[in-house]
């Protein structure tokens, strides 16, 4: 009896010692936003595991997106990309979030009335913004302007196979996000669309991509957006996350 109960002791000793030997898996990053002197070097893209270093310049600035959180990079020097993270699962959250509502209404930036709107949602196709974009669901487009002043009408229209299928968008004043009805224009994926600004100019020309999996880490949501060419909400993504990491550092 003893004997057979020391094996089993020395057997779960053995198993928790070899645990402990087997290396920490690293956890992987992507740069989802570089400039400065190294942009060519860490280009957007780039697979970085949280152990590896990176030499910057003065005047660098790389972002890294991983699944612990957001890293901002600045040289001049040398740097271990896994070192104090910041997350900002809030801001993720908000910026990836399916909402339901079709028109959202926005006021005035407090602080500074001069700054630019942003993009407050990835699923939100801006009007000025020509590119591939990737959603979750094509029957349920919506449209986003930057401006809230008055009411406004955009025409969006197929291009290609599809040509001659085409639909109006109205925001209604203040008002800064519309939906597309899908009984007027069928979204189709790989498909060729052009948005027609209420002046008769062109601001934006776009294809879609249906993304086939929830994406719920931000790593994993900027690789996907890269494979897909989905650049304009990579960037948004990028933007985003770094302004929520040095806020948060």
């Known amino acids: 009896m003893f004997s057979a109960n020391l094996k089993r002791v020395c057997a779960a000793l053995a198993l928790g010692g070899a645990a402990l030997a087997m290396p920490v898996v690293a956890v992987a990053g992507v740069v ?57 699962s ?21 602080g500074d009335t001069d700054a630019v ?12 913004r020509s590119g591939t974009i990737c959603l979750y669901d094509l ?3 919506r449209l986003w302007r930057p401006g809230t002043e008055g009411t406004a009408t955009y ?19 203040t008002v800064t996000v519309a939906a597309l009805d899908p009984a007027r224009l069928p979204i189709a994926e790989g498909s060729h669309y052009m948005i027609t600004a209420p002046d008769g100019t062109t601001s934006a020309q776009l294809s879609f991509v249906l993304l086939a999996e929830d994406y719920a880490a931000p790593d994993a949501l900027a690789e996907a957006l890269i494979s897909k060419g989905c650049t304009v909400q990579l960037e948004a993504l990028g933007a985003s996350m770094e302004a929520s990491a040095e806020a948060a550092g």
């Open 117 to 128: 709107p942003s993009n407050p949602n990835l699923w939100y196709v801006d009007v000025n």
């Open 90 to 110: 809030d801001r993720f959250a908000s910026l990836t979030r399916k909402r339901a509502a079709t028109r959202v209404r926005t006021g005035a930036v407090r």
């Open 32 to 88: 989802v936003k570089s400039t400065g002197p190294s942009a060519v070097k860490y280009p957007v893209g780039t697979k970085l595991d949280d152990n590896a270093s990176i030499t910057l310049k003065a005047g660098d600035v790389v972002t890294v997106l991983t699944a612990e959180g957001t890293r901002v990079i600045k040289g001049a020097g040398s740097f271990r990309v896994g070192d104090r993270p910041q997350v900002a």
């Open 139 to 141: 029957a349920t487009v």
């Open 155 to 173: 025409r969006i229209a197929a291009h290609g196979a599809a040509a001659g299928s085409e639909a109006e968008v109205t925001f209604d004043d």
